[in-house]
């Protein structure tokens, strides 16, 4: 099972923090502020109720969207900017968590 994280806040400061949280519960980013956590149903139940409590009092748009695997495999990738991908991928070597 999967759950995508998408928001649009104004604050730089928001975004920032919703994105920590849920790359910490092991989501990757997708696009600047599209995430996906995948995981055992009950994983992503305990992530989206962590989310909930989390993102509560942030303005803006702040969405939590459960799917199934093969949803997410079915989409239609119309342009897709595999530079800033592969871009990431060289930078994870030198990203260390503490």
Known sequence: ???ML???TPE???QNFLRKEFERMGAQRVQYSLYLFSGEP???ERVMR???RV???IPGDIRLLPMEDSTWASQIIISEALESGRRL???KEFV???
């Open 12 to 14: 730089q400061k928001d």
């Open 1 to 3: 099972m999967l759950v």
């Open 50 to 52: 962590y989310m909930q």
């Open 89 to 91: 991928a060289e930078l």
């Open 55 to 57: 993102a509560h009092g």
């Open 96 to 98: 260390k968590v503490w």
């Open 42 to 44: 009950h994983e992503c």
């Open 6 to 8: 998408a928001y649009d």
